[in-house]
């Protein structure tokens, strides 16, 4: 399912006054085929150590649409940890 599904424009912001890390980007659907439901792990790495994951969950993805998304992960504070981070994975778990 990876190769079915492109990420683009990833950014880590603070989630409004908290120090909470959040996640965001557009996923596009690019499968040829229309899902009631995907699930997409989205996991961060601070060199080759994973630091923190969530689960996306994106309802009704049609064939060739593009959605964003924005998920706080974890306990992850913006401050100590947005620098630091060397690589974001994301890919889909499971669709239907």
């Known amino acids: 399912m990876a190769r079915f599904f492109t990420y683009e424009n990833i950014t880590f912001k603070r989630h409004g006054a908290?120090?909470?890390?959040?996640?965001?980007?557009?996923?596009?659907?690019?499968?040829?085929r229309n899902y009631n439901s995907v699930v997409f792990r989205v996991v961060l790495f601070v060199k080759n150590t994973p630091v923190g994951s969530e689960v996306v969950t994106i309802n009704g993805f049609l064939s060739?649409?593009?959605?964003?998304?924005?998920?706080?992960?974890?306990?992850?504070e913006y401050s100590k940890i947005a620098?630091?981070?060397?690589?974001?994975?994301?890919?889909?778990?499971?669709?239907y």
Request: charged content about 20%; some cysteine; proline content about 2%.
């Open 64 to 76: 060739g649409q593009t959605r964003s998304f924005e998920k706080p992960i974890g306990d992850l």
């Open 18 to 32: 908290s120090e909470s890390l959040v996640v965001g980007g557009d996923i596009v659907n690019r499968s040829g």
């Open 83 to 95: 620098n630091s981070i060397t690589q974001c994975d994301i890919y889909a778990e499971s669709a």
